[in-house]
C-alpha cells in the first residue's frame, strides 16, 4: 500500500469527551487540518465519527503512521498536562487553536499547544502559558498572566 501525503495536516485529536466536541468542532471551522482519529483511554461519549487510533500509549507509534500534530482536548488540568507532556516525549506539535470568533490583542503573547475556545477575549499584552485551556466566553484582560496547563472556565472575567 502506497501512502499519499494528506493535503492538510494530519491531526490526531486526544480526549474523547465532552471538550473533544468542542475542539473538533474548532478544528473544522479552521479547516487546515485532517483529523486522522481520536486518542482516548476510556471513551465516555464516543468517537465523534473519527476512528479510535488507541489509548494514551499510541502516542508513541502516531509518528511512525505520519501524524505529528495532536490537539488536545481535555479539561481536567492534571491528565490534560500528563498527556501534552507525553506527546512531547514522542516529538509530537501539540496545536494552538483560535476559535475564529475569539478576540486575541496582537500584543498578547499566546503559549503552544493552547485552546481558545470561542468568544474568549484575550487582552494587550496578557500571557497565556503552554497548554492552556481559555473556555468559551472567558475574559483575560490587559497585562493578565495565565500560567501553564491552566484552564480558564466558561464565561470566567
Known amino acids: 500500500m502506497w ?6 495536516r494530519a491531526v490526531a485529536l486526544i480526549g474523547g469527551g465532552g471538550h473533544a466536541a468542542v475542539v473538533l468542532d474548532m478544528l473544522h471551522l479552521l479547516n487546515r487540518d485532517q483529523v486522522v482519529g481520536m486518542v482516548d483511554d476510556a471513551l465516555p461519549h464516543g468517537t ?8 494514551r500509549y499510541v502516542l508513541r507509534n502516531l509518528p511512525y503512521i505520519y501524524v505529528w500534530h ?19 516525549t514522542h516529538q509530537l506539535i501539540p496545536l494552538t487553536l483560535i476559535h475564529p470568533t475569539a478576540s ?26 503552554e497548554n492552556v485551556l481559555l473556555n468559551t466566553g472567558c475574559t483575560v484582560d490587559h497585562h493578565c498572566r495565565v500560567g501553564d496547563h491552566a484552564h480558564v472556565a466558561p464565561g470566567v472575567h
Open 3 to 8: 501512502w499519499t501525503k494528506p493535503k492538510a
Open 48 to 55: 465523534y465519527g473519527l476512528p479510535l487510533l488507541g489509548s
Open 70 to 88: 495532536v490537539a488536545l482536548a481535555i479539561g481536567d488540568n492534571p491528565t490534560r498536562k500528563e498527556l501534552y507532556t507525553l506527546a512531547l
Open 104 to 129: 486575541v490583542s496582537p500584543t498578547a503573547t499566546i503559549g503552544r499547544g493552547s485552546v481558545i475556545c470561542a468568544h474568549a477575549v484575550v487582552g494587550a499584552y496578557a500571557t497565556i502559558g
